[in-house]
């Protein structure tokens, strides 16, 4: 079981569920440390004044917020202390949404809620509540607060468990009306074929069929060089040009899967994992 970030309650009306916070990620990426390519000596990093161009202790480190490229105001550790949220140990419910009509697009990092303790009581209370969010789709928002930071958070069943998604707040999203792509409205008949290749290549969502292509190919980068052996870049792949007829191309992708090529997205993709292992 991951350490625990943080413990408290999930508190809503008068109903208090004792929980903790765990990580429901792990972080599988390969970290590399930045070396002196002349020795291999680590490289270390230090804080330095561009105008003394000396070394300064994180004590003397102040705060400065620019306010048009050339004035800024300076904040002190106890100005910052004094915007900071109350620390509380609750996770608490301001209501509860159907699950359907939250955007993923607001979704930010993952964490499970579990029960805190071995109190029998405390694990009804946390099976009911999530029978209960189960049967009806609903997820609980709410706000609570870790270290020094308070957060917008969607609680939802998982497998049993409840977890917890911190939320960007409406302000945080940014608003699609300076990246629109213009141009006509499509015809009927454009986005029937459309559909109809939407159609062929659905597939049920499955993420065990899904891997980290990058990380696998930088795990046998560094086994090889384990191994002494000499690592060669490959080739640059060429750029996929634009089809100068979209209705053609969706014709003849329609053609291909009425070809028996039905999948081949998948196939393709498939392809592309053995041709990663060789």
């Known amino acids: 079981m991951p350490r625990s970030l943080w413990n408290g309650s999930l508190s809503f009306g008068l109903v208090n569920v004792p929980v903790r916070l765990a990580s429901a990620a792990r972080d599988l990426d390969l970290h590399f440390r930045q070396l002196h390519k002349k020795d291999g000596a680590p490289i270390e990093q230090h804080r330095f004044c561009s105008q003394d161009d000396a070394e300064v202790d994180w004590e003397e480190v102040g705060r400065g917020f620019d306010l048009d490229g050339k004035k ?3 904040l002190t ?3 910052l202390a004094s915007v900071q949220p109350e620390k509380t140990r609750t996770i608490d419910i301001e209501g509860f949404v159907d699950l359907d009509e939250v955007d993923p697009i607001y979704f930010d990092n993952a964490w ?3 029960p805190e ?3 029998q009581g405390t694990r009804r209370a946390y099976r009911l509540l999530v029978e209960v969010m189960e049967s009806t789709g609903r997820a609980a928002l709410g706000r609570f607060v870790m270290r020094t930071k308070e957060y917008l958070v969607l609680v939802r069943p998982r497998e049993g468990l409840l977890s917890l998604t911190t939320m960007r707040f409406h302000d945080e999203v940014r608003p699609t009306d300076d990246i629109a792509p213009g141009g006509r409205k499509p015809a009927k008949g454009k986005i029937e074929q459309a559909v109809a290749v939407i159609e062929s290549l659905s597939a049920d969502w499955d993420p065990e069929r899904y891997s980290d292509c990058y990380r696998e190919r930088l795990e046998r980068i560094v086994d090889q060089k384990k191994k002494g052996k000499r690592v060669k870049a490959p080739a640059e792949p060429k750029e996929p ?3 100068p007829d979209l ?3 969706l014709q003849e992708t329609l053609e291909r899967m009425g070809d028996g090529k039905k999948g081949q ?3 393709g993709e498939d392809r592309g994992k ?3 292992a060789s």
């Open 117 to 119: 303790g071995d109190s």
């Open 247 to 249: 209705m053609a191309a």
């Open 274 to 276: 053995a041709k990663a």
């Open 265 to 267: 997205g998948a196939k």
């Open 72 to 74: 800024q105001v300076v």
């Open 241 to 243: 040009k634009p089809a």
């Open 77 to 79: 550790d106890e100005e």
């Open 112 to 114: 499970f809620l579990v």
